[in-house]
């Protein structure tokens, strides 16, 4: 294995590991950002109230993206297990 090789096959699984959780995390940063807001809106200071929405929020984007993260993930994976006598020399 050369040193480009490795250096390629890192930045392509960083940008599958940016693709599946950028979703998710946007997802959460809305939900948070929506509660703050609602929390300085009405001056209720309550901690606990930001993790139920951002969990319920959260849970929803992770089965609204599954079947895309699942073919992101398949994809690659097909990639890696097909091009493995070329990783191998």
Request: hydrophobic share 65%; no cysteine.
């Amino acid at each position: 294995m050369t040193p480009e090789f490795v250096a390629d096959f890192f930045f392509e699984s960083m940008k599958v590991v940016m693709m599946l959780s950028m979703p998710i995390l946007i997802v959460g940063l809305v939900a948070g950002v929506l509660v703050s807001v609602f929390q300085a809106a009405t001056s209720i200071n309550e901690m606990t109230l930001v993790l139920i929405p951002k969990m319920i929020a959260v849970g929803l984007s992770v089965i609204l993206f599954f079947p895309w993260m699942m073919q992101i993930i398949i994809e690659f994976t097909q990639k890696v297990i097909i091009n493995l006598p070329v990783y191998i020399k």
